[in-house]
């Protein structure tokens, strides 16, 4: 991917946002989030009270928000570039919240499946929470927001799961939803005093300004290779997920739950404890940081295949969690760059497609594999597409440095 500049009509500042601002849009993205990912491992024990007493639907159900959040992000975004990203948001907060009460309210399967219908297509608030923060900040400053965005994330993928099992002896899963309704509620009423960001690409210049001369500007980037890695990159990831709890199961009988719960997060704690540090490393060198992250995601998920104990399990999932951080951090980066001269919410809504393809194709591949050959055969699949894509973004990043210094030698 090329992240040369070159002379292009200047672009006007962005009004930017306080630091203390994007702590608050980080909060609020994960408090949204706790309910989107905290109540669907527990879609096994909602549906025997809605009329699917063996659960065979959730698997479904699962992917159902993902799938219309991936059709919807588009739209969504090329709205927000329109009529202004902190309505779009606003917008993503509140039908998230009316999503919720209409899931926790729900009486039969079909009404709970079309509540899930309308999180995944009013939600999508990670593209509207990026583009909101893509239309005010820029190159590094975005890149540590949306790496705060992911940990933000992380987090409530670690937090939330715990949080609704540690309710259920009260409150049955199903009608958390109607709790939780409260959190994007609160969300929006926070943001609603966040200010609208700056639209550089709208302003048209003053009249009665000065001439001056043209500054330097940055070129717009391929989109291509960006959305190539994160499809790829999600894939390679996300295909671990759905049965890692089985393969542990299989591996180390009689493991405590708490204990595999741990293992399931670990390479989400890595990403909060070191994701601040990768960033700084490698936040002038992320084509380097991204094929270290798919070849560490690699090694990470190969490391499964023979873990037949305790130790063997924490080593793969510390590795798959270096992997992890390196890769979104680096991903973060290359968005940000990617951003520069476009309208921010088509470029995170096209992106957001491109991510929710991706977990949902592994999840259908991991599913697949599964039935065929077992809970290790999703693990070695991801092996396989991170290594090929650690390879194809090796050779990106070095075949046109010897090719410049080849040119430079004669």
């Not at 040369?4 to 601002?21: D, I, K, V």
């Not at 009316?98 to 079909?110: R, T, Y």
């Not at 590795?319 to 995170?348: I, N």
Request: charged share 10%.
């Amino acid at each position: 991917m090329r992240t040369a500049t070159a002379l292009a009509p200047a672009l006007p500042r962005s009004a930017g946002l306080e630091r203390s601002q994007v702590h608050a849009v980080a909060a609020c993205y994960f408090v949204a989030s706790f309910a989107a990912l905290g109540l669907p491992p527990y879609l096994t024990a909602i549906l025997p009270g809605l009329g699917d007493p063996h659960g065979s639907w959730a698997g479904l159900l699962y992917i159902m928000p993902t799938v219309f959040s991936a059709l919807g992000a588009p739209l969504w975004g090329r709205l927000a570039d329109r009529f202004g990203r902190k309505r779009l948001l606003l917008r993503a907060q509140l039908g998230l919240s009316v999503s919720f009460l209409l899931a926790g309210a729900a009486g039969s399967l079909w009404s709970f499946a079309l509540a899930l219908v309308l999180q995944g297509f009013l939600g999508g608030t990670f593209a509207a929470t990026n583009g909101y923060l893509a239309a005010a900040l820029e190159g590094p400053r975005l890149s540590k927001a949306l790496t705060l965005m992911q940990g933000s994330a992380r987090a409530s993928l670690v937090a939330a799961p715990i949080l609704v099992g540690a309710l259920s002896p009260w409150i049955s899963p199903h009608r958390q939803y109607l709790l939780m309704a409260v959190l994007p509620l609160a969300a929006a009423a926070l943001l609603a005093r966040l200010p609208e960001p700056g639209r550089p690409l709208d302003a048209a210049p003053r009249s009665d300004a000065a001439p001056t001369t043209p500054a330097v500007a940055p070129v717009p980037i391929s989109l291509r290779p960006l959305y190539l890695y994160e499809f790829a990159f999600v894939f390679a990831t996300i295909i671990s997920f759905p049965y890692l709890i089985a393969l542990v199961d299989q591996r180390l009988p009689g493991v405590d739950p708490t204990v595999s719960g741990l293992l399931f997060a670990l390479p989400h704690l890595c990403y909060l404890l070191f994701a601040s540090r990768v960033h700084s490393a490698f936040a002038h060198r992320p084509h380097t940081g991204l094929a270290l992250g798919f070849a560490l995601v690699a090694a990470g998920l190969a490391g499964h295949g023979p873990a037949h104990s305790l130790a063997a399990f924490v080593l793969a999932r510390a590795v798959l969690g270096a992997g992890l951080t390196l890769g979104l951090v680096c991903l973060s980066v290359l968005a940000a760059d990617a951003a520069r001269g476009r309208p921010p919410g088509r470029m995170f809504g096209t992106l957001e497609l491109i991510s929710k393809g991706g977990a949902v194709a592994a999840g259908v591949v991991a599913m697949l594999v599964n039935a065929g050959y077992g809970a290790a055969a999703p693990v070695l699949v991801g092996t396989a597409a991170a290594l090929v894509t650690a390879l194809v973004t090796a050779l990106a990043t070095t075949v046109p440095r010897l090719l410049a210094h080849s040119r430079w030698s004669r």
